[in-house]
């Protein structure tokens, strides 16, 4: 496609403005995210719950073996994708996300995406490595005017890129605080990405690139997101139906059934809204009768469960879904699943939407 935007993102440039989500928990491991910087995008691991299922991991070392994993899982994705550009996502709202922010950076990621919060102090923890990119994710103006002025302030240092993400369309955790926020057309791409765009270039004099996320399926997708200044788009729930998805293939087929009630958004133990299929486990907790594993690891810097005893263990029903078990899962989606209707490849999905 001739038309493509340049996505630069500090000192490294895809060959195609296109990058795949961080999808967590393993959703998007080495497999996916190598497969995806193989074809020109930027891959994206994320680094959420890594350790759950490493050979190590004896219920107690969660943390030590996180950094494992994550060096284990560059270091894969790498070996698929020796030039391609390769990206972590780490949530903010990590209890060990300094610890992780440090282990990418250690084993030679490219760019560091996070959201989930507001990563103020992000900067300080990738300044020993000034080659990694690192990249916000937000829904607002408001949320990007105060990284950029506590970045300035303290750090010196400005975005390489800000990631728009609309809560109206997007997986997993949302970034609205409020239910309500969820529909509210105020977080739409069309609404925020124009009015972002012109903060960077009129306010902060910068040229960082935005990327659009949320509800991207197909190039007309691509094509209005440009068209409203985004330099690249990213694409989570999409990249599921692949081959080289890490997720089960009992995560895939639940991605294959599902229709338009299916999709619902439901309070996560972190507090934010965050999109799901419906399944035995989710109508459960709907209806107040939540059924959750003992907390895995004290993961989260807030969470309900660990705090009040209400909700679940997120970590625990997250791994269940990546795992693969449909009645005690939660299988986060964006609102394109009911798009999915085959097993496709990373690459056939780059030949349509960059071929
Ligand atoms: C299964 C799943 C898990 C996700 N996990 C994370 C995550 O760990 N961290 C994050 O920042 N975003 C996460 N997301 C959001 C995606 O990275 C992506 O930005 C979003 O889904 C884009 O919208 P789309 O799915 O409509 O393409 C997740 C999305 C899905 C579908």
Redesign the pocket.
């Known amino acids: 496609m001739a038309n493509l935007p340049m996505l630069k993102i500090g000192g490294h440039t895809p060959k195609y403005p296109i990058v795949q ?4 928990v393993k ?1 998007s491991g080495a497999g996916l995210a190598g497969a995806v910087a193989a074809n020109g995008g930027i891959g994206t691991i ?1 680094s ?1 719950g890594l350790a759950c299922d490493h050979p190590l991991f004896d219920g107690m070392n969660y943390f030590d073996i996180n950094e494992i994993a994550m060096s284990e899982a560059v270091t894969a994705a790498r070996a698929a994708a020796p030039d391609g550009v390769l990206a972590v ?1 780490c ?1 903010t709202a990590l209890t060990d996300y300094d610890r992780q922010v440090r282990s990418a950076c250690e084993a030679g990621v490219d760019i560091i995406v996070s ?2 919060g507001l990563p103020m102090k992000l900067p300080e923890y990738t300044k020993d490595f000034p080659s990694v990119a690192i990249v916000p ?1 937000v829904s607002s103006v408001k949320a990007a005017d105060l990284i950029i002025r506590k970045w300035g302030k303290q750090y010196g240092r400005l975005p390489d890129a800000i990631v728009v ?1 609309t809560p109206l ?5 949302l970034g609205a605080t409020r239910m309500e926020h969820v529909t509210d057309s105020a977080f739409s791409l069309e609404a925020v990405v124009p009015e972002l765009v012109k903060y960077l270039s009129d306010t902060v004099h910068a040229d960082i690139p935005v990327i659009a ?4 399926w197909d190039r007309d997708d691509m094509q209005r997101a440009f068209g409203l200044g985004a330099k690249g788009v ?5 990249f ?1 139906c692949t081959e080289e998805c890490d997720a089960s293939p009992r995560f895939k087929q639940a991605y294959l059934d599902a229709s338009e009630d299916d999709v619902l958004v439901i309070m996560s133990p972190v507090g934010i809204p965050g999109r799901a299929l419906r399944n035995p486990f989710v109508e459960k907790y709907t209806e107040g009768l939540a059924d959750s594993k003992p907390c895995m690891a004290a993961c989260l810097s807030h969470c309900e469960y660990l705090r009040a005893g209400s909700t679940f263990c997120i970590a625990q029903a997250l791994v269940d879904a990546y795992q693969g078990s449909w009645e005690t899962g939660l299988f ?3 609102s ?1 699943v009911v798009k999915c209707g085959k097993i496709d490849t990373v690459a056939g999905i780059f030949k349509e939407l960059a071929g």
């Open positions: 989500g961080g999808m967590g959703i994320a959420v996502n949530m959201g989930a994710i993400e369309y997007a997986g997993g955790h996320a949320g509800g991207i990213q694409i989570g729930t999409r599921v986060f989606t964006g394109n």
